[in-house]
């Protein structure tokens, strides 16, 4: 923590501490002081066991984590939220009434702002935040989305919380479902991928620890080229296709099997399911 920090005397609440909730308030102690985070978790014993590892807070139950904490960070499933809701909700909206809101935020997939303050209340601040598994790592892509209902330096200092994980982006609201699916699912899709390319290098005679570094090691690097070097796939793609060269047969291959036709269906199967879990 260093002076000028946007979270110095700012407060986290992390309500759910399994494999994203874990991972984000593990990543969280290494940048902000673990006195001022507050874990609560039905796995009593889960949480107490990454307090003491971590030196943070850990409360009697939800209720007790969402009375004083700025942010209050729901990292339960999904199909768990409104009954989370529904238990802290008194709590949330006598804070609101005395004029020290707690500003909620929401890691859970297709649960929408509108959905969540169906459960507590018209002036809740609000904000959700997709993050996608590399965030365990500290490689990941944390996407913000709020509204109106939160204020610019509070939205500023979640983002320099959620920093921990990696980089943040901010969205609009109606968009969640397509970032899920980009950035949230299309990791299984690329690991599909990485195993494909291992397995041929293996069938071709590398072992397979090689073929893994290999491929693993190609996505990384081809993903920065994108990234760091502004240019588009197509120009990227085309700079190792050399004319009557293997690459542009192995171009050629992929896509007379489809390849680029697949990875598009895949994608709105997805967000058809994304959408499918916001009703
Ligand atoms: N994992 C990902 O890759 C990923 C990516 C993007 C978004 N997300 C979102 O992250 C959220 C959490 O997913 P996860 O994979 O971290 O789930 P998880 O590992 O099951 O963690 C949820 C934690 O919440 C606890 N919990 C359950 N009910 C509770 C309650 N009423 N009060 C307090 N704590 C409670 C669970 O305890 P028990 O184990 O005892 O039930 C568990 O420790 C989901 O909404 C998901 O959509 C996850």
Redesign the pocket.
């Known amino acids: 923590m260093k002076d000028g920090d946007l979270t110095v005397n700012s407060t986290f609440s992390f ?9 984000i308030l593990k990543a969280a102690c290494g940048i902000i002081d673990p006195d001022s985070i507050y874990i ?4 009593r014993a ?1 949480a107490l066991t990454l307090g003491s590892e971590l030196g943070c807070n850990v409360m009697e ?2 209720l007790q984590a969402v009375e004083s904490a700025d942010f209050v960070i ?5 199909q ?2 409104g ?2 809701l529904d ?1 802290i909700a008194p709590v949330l909206r006598k804070r609101e009434a005395d004029g020290n809101p707690a500003v909620l935020v ?6 929408s702002i509108s959905k969540m303050r169906s459960h507590i209340g018209a002036k809740q601040p609000i904000v959700r935040v ?4 590399p ?1 365990l790592i500290g490689k990941g892509l944390m996407i913000i989305a709020g509204d109106d209902s939160v204020r610019e330096n509070k939205i500023a200092a979640l983002e320099q919380m959620l920093s921990c994980c990696g980089e943040t982006m901010r969205l609009s609201e109606n968009l969640m479902d397509q970032a ?1 699916t980009a950035s ?1 699912c299309s990791p299984a899709f690329v690991y599909l991928f990485i195993e494909a390319l291992a397995d041929a290098g293996v069938y071709t005679g590398l072992t397979r620890e090689n073929a893994e570094k290999m491929a693993a090691s190609a996505v990384l690097g081809a993903a920065s080229m994108v990234l760091e070097t502004g240019m588009k796939p197509g120009e990227l793609k085309d700079m190792v296709s050399s004319p009557n060269g293997s690459t542009i047969r192995g171009v050629a291959s992929l896509e007379k099997s489809g390849f680029r036709g697949a990875v598009i269906k895949a994608f709105l199967a997805a967000y058809e399911r994304n959408t499918e879990m916001g009703k």
């Open positions: 309500i759910g501490t399994g494999n994203m909730g874990g991972a609560a978790d039905s796995d889960k139950g939800n729901l990292c339960v499933k999904p768990i939220i009954t989370v238990e929401s890691i859970a997939a297709g649960v997709m993050p996608n598994t965030a899920t949230s």
